[in-house]
């Protein structure tokens, strides 16, 4: 199984960008669909885009469509989430995942890694 830790989070203003990184220990790193969710305070933990292991198919919530980018390194053990004109309501903690299968929902997960703070300044 592998372990997961994230990098790249801080403070930006609105209209800025930040790139994120998830790093991933293990050789089965490429065997797993890679998550991101975020969530904010006092608030559930939402879905922001997901790629598949192998053939790197992406899917976003609405919410980040046009303006984050996932992608993933296999040769590096590394997905990345590139976010771009970012939002004030983008502030959140913001958490990779691992699942067996590509999945907009974050009970398939089952390897998360400890989370970024983000922090979206207006």
């Known amino acids: 199984q592998v372990q997961l830790v994230e990098s790249g989070g801080g403070l930006v203003q609105a209209g800025g960008s930040l790139r994120l990184s998830c790093a991933a220990s293990?050789?089965?790193?490429?065997?797993?669909?890679m998550g991101w969710f975020r969530q904010a305070p006092g608030k559930e933990r939402d879905f922001v885009t997901s790629?598949?292991?192998?053939?790197?198919?992406?899917f976003y919530a609405d919410a980040v469509k046009g303006r984050f980018t996932i992608s993933r390194d296999n040769a590096k053990n590394t997905v990345y989430l590139q976010m771009n004109s970012l939002k004030p309501e983008d502030t959140a903690v913001y958490y990779c995942a691992a699942s067996p299968s590509v999945s907009t929902d974050y009970a398939t997960y089952n390897v998360w890694g400890q989370g970024t703070q983000v922090t979206v300044s207006s």
């Open positions: 790629i598949t292991a192998t053939t790197g198919r992406t």
């Open positions: 293990g050789r089965a790193f490429s065997r797993y669909a």
